[in-house]
């Protein structure tokens, strides 16, 4: 991929922002699932999504990658991986589980990007970057009620389903690496795109012969297109962006400011109070972030991803 590097304020700005869209999206898609069939809203959301960037590429006049093997077959695994198992999996997982076991589950993402690129040898793990995804987990963990976690036959197969989204999106951010590094961002989230709806589309086929329009308000659809806009569109290209510049593992680490920026809209927008829980898990997760990614967890300069 061509381009000077960004700076490191710059990814970490896009991160931040990122998780920003994402914490406000599991606000505003409760009530956009609550109207529409889950795999209908996922199939029409990302139909729309691939639309609005293949326009935005055409009219920025974006180079397109060399049209071969080496770009289109990857993406169709890459695609699979980030929009078809992992959009999937997670909406009918969470509606076979409890809000607090798929929350906790979710949090899994990151462990399993980092055990795949230790593994893999794109990264080397070392004492101070452990201690951070230690210290970030323990706080998600806190946060999202740990002691609330059950195991049960009612609610296996939404757990099984959600364990499956968390491992099919960590694989795709340490696999995808090399691949983003190479190519257009904004060309390569178009075809991701068009590849998964075609996919999510297809297994969305029987709910949508049975689908019937809902009734829209004005807040429905400032609501919807945000989750088009903000919380696919934008979320996917920032992500992909900083996956070509930074480490796998530190993409998704910044995935635990999910349930912190969560919990600050609730107690803002919903006046909810703050408490000890909230206030110790947010600096554990902020404290574990900032050793995940301190420059000073590699001194020697080892390997960086490959």
Not at 30 to 37: G, I, L, Y
Not at 94 to 110: E, Q
Not at 162 to 184: G, P, Q, V
Not at 238 to 262: D, E, G, M, R
Request: glycine share 4%; charged share 15%; with cysteine.
């Amino acid at each position: 991929m061509s381009g000077q590097k960004p700076t490191k304020n710059a990814i970490f700005m896009a991160l931040v922002t990122v998780q920003l869209l994402f914490g406000i999206n599991y606000v505003v898609s409760k009530d956009v699932v609550a109207a529409f069939p889950p795999l209908v809203w996922a199939s029409a959301r990302i139909i729309i999504a691939s639309t609005l960037m293949l326009l935005m590429a055409v009219a920025m006049r974006r180079k397109h990658p060399v049209p071969d093997r080496h770009f289109f077959v990857p993406l169709i695994g890459y695609a699979l991986l980030a929009t078809v198992i992992n959009q999937t999996c997670f909406l009918v997982g969470i509606k076979h589980t409890t809000s607090t076991n798929s929350a906790i589950l979710n949090s899994l993402i990151p462990v399993f990007t980092l055990l795949i690129v230790v593994l893999r040898g794109q990264e080397i793990l070392s004492r101070r970057m452990a201690l951070g995804f230690v210290s970030a987990l323990v706080g998600v963990l806190v946060l999202r009620r740990i002691e609330d976690f059950s195991l049960s036959n009612e609610t296996f197969y939404g757990d099984l389903l959600t364990i499956i989204n968390s491992l099919s999106y960590a694989t795709f951010l340490a696999l995808s690496k090399k691949f983003y590094e190479k190519h257009d961002p904004i060309w390569t989230t178009v075809w991701l795109f068009m590849y998964g709806s075609v996919g999510i589309t297809i297994i969305a086929i029987p709910d949508w012969l049975t689908f019937t329009m809902p009734a829209m308000n004005t807040t429905l659809w400032a609501e919807a297109a945000f989750t088009i806009i903000g919380a696919t569109l934008f979320t996917y290209f920032l992500n992909n962006w900083a996956l070509a510049w930074a480490k796998s593992s530190h993409v998704a680490i910044f995935i635990y400011l999910q349930p912190v920026i969560t919990s600050i809209i609730a107690w803002s927008w919903r006046g909810e109070q703050a408490t000890w829980r909230s206030i110790l898990s947010t600096m554990l997760i902020f404290m574990g972030l900032l050793m995940a990614i301190s420059k000073h967890d590699n001194p020697d300069k080892r390997r960086a991803d490959k």
